[in-house]
């Protein structure tokens, strides 16, 4: 690996990191939302919240070119947000499912003891709730170290600064002899979505014996 090679890795690293602290916030009260309420709303509310996981990411990449300011395009914040932006329907999803399977008498019971509604979220149902939430957020961090289409078009491919590992990846492809680093890339690629995903599957199943009669 060249340190052309470990800046894009690291770099994708960062913004994967700095994507799921940002989506987090809005993915767990939009889980709460939508595993809590219903109404006519909340259909609407999904399909926005899904759009980015089936809408083509070129597409998702030149909306954020045109909401963002112009002084964080083609910079590593803008990298942040498509990151951030096409990994919450995974984040949201697996929130929703997390909070839906805390047992509305846990809940109750809280409130008949005199808890607030927020002593109620922060004390009973995030604890309970808590690795649906960490897989969802493990997800994302795999889901946004992946993310190529919209970080090109808002970011675009510029080394040493919004260069990540699958955009890293696109131009030794187009290099001519560019095939062993291709090579040492796509591995540090999969190694990198393995261990990802296999902590995403180890805390979803840790969730699920919890709430396993």
Request: charged fraction near 10%.
């Amino acid at each position: 690996m060249t340190p052309e090679d470990w800046t894009a890795v690291g770099l994708s690293l960062r913004v994967a990191l700095v994507a799921t602290a940002v989506a987090a916030g809005p993915s767990i009260a939009l889980g709460w939302a939508l595993a809590r309420r219903q109404g006519w709303w909340t259909g609407v509310v999904e399909l926005a919240v899904l759009l980015p996981l089936v809408l083509p990411p070129v597409v998702t990449g030149y909306v954020l070119l045109l909401v963002l300011p112009r002084g964080i395009t083609f910079t590593w914040v803008a990298s942040v947000a498509a990151s951030a932006v096409v990994g919450v329907p995974l984040f949201v999803q697996l929130a929703r499912v997390g909070f839906e399977a805390v047992s509305p008498s846990v809940v109750e019971a809280a409130r008949v003891d005199g808890a607030s509604r927020w002593d109620v979220a922060r004390r009973v149902v995030v604890p309970l709730a808590a690795p649906a939430l960490a897989a969802g957020a493990t997800l994302h961090f795999a889901r946004a170290l992946g993310e190529f289409g919209a970080t090109l078009v808002v970011a675009g491919n510029l080394p040493g600064r919004t260069q990540t590992l699958p955009l890293a990846l696109y131009s030794r492809l187009q290099q001519i002899g560019g095939e062993a680093a291709s090579i040492r890339l796509a591995v540090a690629a999969v190694v990198l979505a393995a261990v990802s995903l296999g902590a995403s599957r180890l805390l979803a199943g840790r969730w699920a014996r919890r709430i396993a009669p």
